[in-house]
């Protein structure tokens, strides 16, 4: 439990330096989709998981 809460922290502190370092690249970035197809924003997101848990996977060996 520890690893996943340390895990979703980390997300708030990438997400919160994005939105700080590049707040208009971020806000154009959310324009953007939600101009997008749901099948194709499902598939952006199955995309980054697979990836995420291919990351973890090589990390942790």
Avoid: C, H, K, W
Avoid at 3 to 30: H, K, Q, W
Avoid at 39 to 50: C, Q
């Amino acid at each position: 439990m520890t690893d996943f809460l340390t895990a979703l922290a980390l997300v708030f502190v990438i997400e919160g330096l994005l939105y700080a370092i590049a707040p208009n690249s971020m806000r154009d970035m959310a324009q953007r989709i939600t101009g997008m197809e749901p099948v194709m924003l499902r598939r952006i997101g199955l995309g980054a998981a697979i990836l995420g848990v291919v990351a973890i996977a090589a990390i942790r060996g």
